[in-house]
């Protein structure tokens, strides 16, 4: 950790990334970094390649992400919340030519990308490694760097509830709390608002769930159709697939969801995102793992250029050795 501090003390500009399609930890711990480097009076670009969903847009300085990058001259790249470099999309070539990577995670699938590392596994969330980094800096954690990292834990426990949630996530979201968050608000803020196209959307997901023969695996599919129809976006679905992952005997869930800009015919190929859950008896990280993504042991995910019958096969195939 102090090496990774004297680095960016010793930094004129520093580009923080996280992965696309960002989720709450994602864009919290993008944005605690950025808000603390400022107090030290670094230069920073905050990047991220997809829209910043909607949810996470009365995060301070959520409008300071861009999901352009024009200038070239970095010293520094300091990637967040990724397994590997390529999660944080087409931006990975150009990142990989800045001089100094450093890769701050919390995966246990991390593949140790860059040139510096720090990725501590049994972290709730980036957004608690973050916290760590800002105290050992010596940054004052104001209200807007607490709304970040508050949020960043809230999103990646789901609200206290997955395997992940420590005594850290508690003690951290209690000082947050002192400095000013107001645990209500960002709750509002993050779970509270639901357009109507996200309830339709709801609908058509959860009819659309099947259990395999066995009952232990259960599968959610969005199709490039039901966006279309209910004007929504990937976004949208973020907590859908707990409601397939609930339901009793089901020891693993999948939702598999059809990429906006992959349509045309091309014989059912397109590209899927999969994402992955477990009820704790299941690693899928290392079922994701094999099949090119990662993730945690009961949250994980893949992307795969595929037909939804051979991804659904693929499926079947993992639910029998269940
Ligand atoms: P989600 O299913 O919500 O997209 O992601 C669940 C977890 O798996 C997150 O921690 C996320 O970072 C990881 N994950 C999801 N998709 C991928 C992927 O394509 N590659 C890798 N390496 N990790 C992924
Ligand atoms: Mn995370």
């Known amino acids: 950790m102090n090496r990774i501090i004297n680095l960016l003390r010793n930094s004129h500009h520093i580009l923080v990334v996280a992965h696309n399609n960002p989720d709450g930890d994602a864009i919290g711990s993008l944005i605690a970094l950025g808000l603390s480097l400022d107090v030290l009076n670094k230069k920073t670009t905050l990047y991220n390649e ?15 992400i ?43 699938t991390n593949t140790r990308f860059g040139h510096f590392q720090f990725i501590d596994t049994s972290a709730c969330a ?7 980094f800002i105290k050992k800096m010596g940054v004052p954690i104001n209200k807007d760097i607490a709304t970040s990292i508050y ?8 609200s206290f509830r997955f395997s992940n949630t420590n005594r850290l996530a508690f003690e951290i979201c209690q000082e947050m709390v002192e400095v000013g968050v107001d645990p209500y608000d ?14 339709k959307l709801l609908n058509l997901a959860l009819d659309s769930i099947e259990i395999t023969n066995n009952g232990k695996l259960s ?24 409601y397939a992952r609930n339901i009793e005997d089901v020891k693993i869930t999948a939702l598999i969801k059809e990429s906006c800009n992959s349509k045309g015919d091309k014989g059912g190929v397109n590209t899927f995102h999969i994402s992955l859950r477990s009820n704790g008896t299941v690693d899928v990280a290392s079922i994701a793992s094999t099949l090119g993504g990662g993730g945690h042991p009961n949250a994980a995910g893949f992307s795969t250029e595929s037909t939804l019958s051979d991804i659904k096969s693929i499926l079947f195939e993992i639910a029998e050795k269940v």
């Not at 980036?126 to 760590?132: D, F, K, L």
């Not at 969005?222 to 697939?241: P, W, Y």
């Open 50 to 64: 997809s829209p910043i969903p909607a949810v996470y847009r009365f995060l301070p300085s959520a409008n300071r």
């Open 66 to 108: 861009v999901q352009h990058i024009n200038n070239t001259h970095f010293d520094v790249a300091v990637i967040l919340d990724c397994s590997d470099l390529k999660r944080i999309g087409d931006a990975a070539s150009m990142v990989s030519k800045i001089p100094v990577i450093v890769n701050i995670d919390h995966h246990v």
């Open 126 to 132: 980036t957004a608690e490694i973050i916290y760590r």
């Open 151 to 158: 949020t960043g834990i809230l999103t990646d426990t789901g």
């Open 186 to 199: 960002i709750a509002k803020q993050v779970y509270g608002t639901y357009s109507l196209g996200r309830i």
């Open 219 to 242: 599968i959610m599919t969005l199709t490039q159709d039901m966006f279309d129809k209910t004007h929504t976006r990937h976004e949208d679905v973020e907590g859908f697939i707990n």
